[in-house]
């Protein structure tokens, strides 16, 4: 191999076409671009555009819903994890956690915590310490004598609503504050009507 025999690979530079050069090329006048106006210039936005009309993608129902803020885990599983304990990477006596799982190359960044899976199988009796595990991950550890320790703060589980019975008894609450002033209307009108009535002025005497 000389230095006048290099050469680059073949299509690794391809030449440039030759534009503007008489409407008998093909790509002459405007070269290749159109005609006048926005789609003549570089930096066109107008992907969509439908010319005025309602466009495609406003026309379709839209459903789902996209979370902008999503919780990302370092997937890990058992199958995984046994295998690095095979090979020396991993203490199964020693307790695991996320630091340890990232120094055994079983996952990257941490992120939002560490998931652990049921995917493969586990012989060695483990502790480890995950944000999340799954039914059958769980089942996995727990069948081999080992223990998990979930992060994760458990659910809430909110108490059913009865609205039909909570509508009762606001409807019986309000019915019970009402018969007071019911009481008190009527003790009023019977009042009023036991109170004698005025005698009636006699006309004055004209002159």
């Excluded at 006048?29 to 570089?42: E, F, I, L, M, P």
């Amino acid at each position: 191999m000389k230095l006048n025999q290099l050469r680059d690979n073949p299509g690794a530079r391809r030449k440039r076409k030759t534009v503007g050069r008489g409407i008998g090329s093909g790509t002459g006048k405007t070269s290749g671009r159109g005609g006048k106006g926005q789609t003549a210039r570089a930096g066109v936005s107008i992907n969509g555009f439908e010319g005025g009309q309602m466009p495609i993608h406003r026309r379709l129902p839209k459903r789902g819903f996209n979370n902008p803020f999503p919780v990302r885990y370092a997937i890990v599983n058992v199958g995984g994890i046994q295998g690095a304990i095979d090979e020396g990477r991993l203490d199964a006596a020693k307790p695991i956690d996320g630091k340890a799982l990232n120094a055994a190359g079983l996952i990257g960044k941490i992120r939002g915590g560490v998931r652990l899976l049921g995917d493969g199988e586990l012989k060695a009796k483990i502790e480890i310490e995950v944000w999340h595990a799954s039914a059958s991950a769980r089942a996995a550890v727990e069948k081999a004598g080992g223990k998990i320790t979930a992060l994760a703060p458990a659910k809430e589980v909110k108490p059913v609503v009865d609205r039909a019975a909570k509508a009762r008894e606001v409807a019986a609450a309000a019915a019970k504050s009402a018969e007071p002033k019911a009481k008190d209307a009527k003790g009023a009108k019977a009042e009023k009507a036991e109170k004698p009535a005025k005698p009636a002025k006699a006309p004055k005497a004209e002159d």
